[in-house]
């Protein structure tokens, strides 16, 4: 994996080709690999597929790690590092691979190994930042022992792929624990964070993504950079040009083609509760799915124990608190693949579709697609002639346009709101 000229990682060398039979089957975008259904349905046989959204899956629930100090060193409610530590304390496991803070002189974030409960602890928190699986593959190659890994959708899926073409991999990597993604950004969205919060890109030695108090809501996201001296700046992502999630800001295109949004082939998934009373707790929930009977039991057994404060919910709830992904990635995907495009066609579980939807929507899928793109390319263009100043105005411009058309207000809100009502009377207003 190679960094390109947008701050994103990208595969590299003959083995990469598309013709490539082991890279078709290894991609988990390519049209040639197994499905999320089929893995699925390979891992979990017993589990019902109750609901599209959400996969196969035996439970889900709502709340938190009881258990100090897993919930207050997360940026949720502390369930992900707590299963893997009670995977690894229950010899169940030799190790976790997941995503650290980097060393001095390297990324700002990569996957590592841990094999104690600290090391876990020290690499919770959310990292929106493009990092890859390959050196640690290799460290799993290498070294025998049983190991989990913590990802979102498509790496989990890429790691079932994986294990397929690999006996090793296949042997060694026995637990798949997911995280809910709404989208990957490119490192450009740090680079961004600095000249917002008045500091030098070249200075950031740390980047917290969600500084977490308990005392502000859930949802009151804080960027935090660190710089070369100790210092320390931050603010709140909405006071940001590019701080609206769903705009879309320096998003992966391969997003605009993932259908799904809770690591369906994990064995348990995670996400955040972003719904009332949930989300204003500054101190983090999280919602859960499981899908392995052996999660199900450490879960039961830590609800019973007091270690856990988890309560059951059904799949509508889960689906709510992850409305807005679910319609990127179920209608918004079905009026994508109706757009014309060169180069590899998508293979998803949703059909090309846009009966429907109306115009107003139909532009925001568009208006956010274009977010999506050109904020890379406006990026680069302000990092290379040293002017932040014009991609943080395009910035800006770009979202009065997506907050008219998403939220019905800002500037131009009340014009789309005047061709809504003529659209819908079937003529000019008079």
């Known amino acids: 994996m190679k ?15 598309r013709r490539s039979e082991g890279f078709t089957k290894l991609c988990p975008f390519s049209p040639e690999s197994a ?5 699925a349905a390979a891992r979990f046989p017993d589990a019902p597929h109750r609901d599209a959204r959400l ?42 691979l997941h995503v650290h803070p980097g060393e001095p002189g390297q990324p700002f974030f990569g996957y590592r190994i841990s094999r104690s409960q600290e090391d876990l602890l020290a690499g919770a928190r959310s990292r929106y930042h493009p990092v890859h699986l390959a050196e640690v593959l290799d460290q799993v190659r290498a070294t025998p022992g049983r190991y989990a890994v913590v990802g979102i959708p498509c790496f989990i899926k890429a790691v079932h792929l994986a294990r397929a073409q690999d006996p090793v991999l296949a042997e ?16 450009r969205f740090v680079e961004s964070f600095a000249w917002q919060l008045g500091a030098d890109p070249d200075r950031v030695r740390a980047v917290e993504y969600r500084l977490k108090d308990a005392n502000r ?70 919602v859960v799915v499981v899908r392995a009977p052996l999660i199900q039991r450490l879960i039961d057994e830590g609800v019973a124990q007091g270690r856990l404060d988890l309560h059951p919910v059904d799949a509508d709830f889960v689906a709510d608190t992850q409305a807005a992904g679910f319609r990127q990635r179920r209608e918004g995907l079905a009026y994508r693949l ?18 429907g939807i109306g115009w107003r929507r139909k532009l925001v899928y568009r208006t956010r697609a274009a977010i999506s793109r050109n904020s890379h390319r ?8 040293g002017r932040p100043g014009s991609y943080l105005g395009w910035a800006r411009r770009a979202y009065v346009v997506y907050e008219g058309l998403t ?6 809100a009340p014009l789309f709101d005047r061709v809504e009502r003529m659209m819908q009377r079937g003529g000019p207003e008079r």
């Open 55 to 96: 996969g196969r899956h035996i439970s889900c629930h709502v709340g938190a790690a009881s258990e100090p100090p897993f919930r207050k060193r997360g940026s949720s409610g502390g369930m992900v590092t707590w299963v893997a530590a009670e995977l690894m304390g229950r010899g169940h496991i030799d190790g976790v």
């Open 407 to 412: 939220y019905h207000r800002g500037r131009l």
């Open 35 to 39: 499905n999320e259904d089929q893995i």
């Open 172 to 187: 060694r990597i026995t637990h798949m624990l997911g995280l809910f993604c709404g989208h990957m950004k490119s490192a």
């Open 217 to 286: 809501p859930a949802n009151w996201y804080t960027a935090h950079l660190t710089l070369d001296d100790g210092a320390t700046v931050q603010n709140e992502w909405f006071h940001l040009a590019d701080g609206d999630w769903g705009a879309g800001y320096f998003q992966n295109s391969a997003c605009d083609f993932c259908d799904d949004v809770v690591a369906e082939t994990a064995d348990v998934s995670f996400g955040d509760a972003w719904v009332e009373p949930y989300s204003s707790d500054g101190r983090g929930t999280n």
């Open 3 to 17: 960094w390109d000229g947008y701050g994103q990682l990208k595969p590299t060398g003959p083995a990469t080709h």
């Open 338 to 355: 109706t757009w014309t495009r060169r180069g590899i066609r998508p293979v998803k579980r949703v059909a090309a579709d846009a009966t």
């Open 378 to 385: 406006m990026a680069r263009l302000a990092s290379l002639t």
